[in-house]
């Protein structure tokens, strides 16, 4: 399931908190978002369309939820970004991070850590 950079920004406020209400997503994103309430409205109904969200009546409203799982869309967003820049690779987008000095002494610990849990582990 494709979802867009901006339908995600709604998904992270659904993530954080479920169910919402549409006049809830929209003033939550009213402070980080110059979006107006059609936009965020509109984005909404593609998420319903792409069953990305499920939307229950209460009252004279409805309520959304995620049905697409965060973890589901990081891996499937990040295995994308892998296959069309690095050719589905890790240890390139590394490299490439540490060349352009984007990695602190925090990430370069972190990444030791995690191949000696790696290796480990026999994988």
Not at 77 to 82: K, Q
């Amino acid at each position: 399931m494709q979802v867009s950079e901006a339908e995600s920004v709604v998904m992270e406020v659904l993530w954080l908190r479920s169910p919402l209400a549409a006049e809830d997503i929209v003033s939550t994103l009213a402070d980080s978002r110059d979006w107006q309430e059609p936009t965020i409205k509109t984005l909404l109904n593609r998420l319903l369309n792409k069953g990305a969200i499920a939307a229950e009546k209460d009252g004279r409203r409805y309520l959304y939820s995620p049905l697409l799982k965060r973890a589901d869309w990081l891996m499937q967003e990040s295995r994308g970004l892998l296959d069309r820049l690095f050719d589905g690779r890790v240890a390139p987008l590394v490299a490439h991070f540490s060349e352009h000095r984007k990695l602190s002494r925090k990430d370069i610990a972190d990444l030791r850590k995690l191949l000696e849990e790696l290796d480990d582990d026999g994988r």
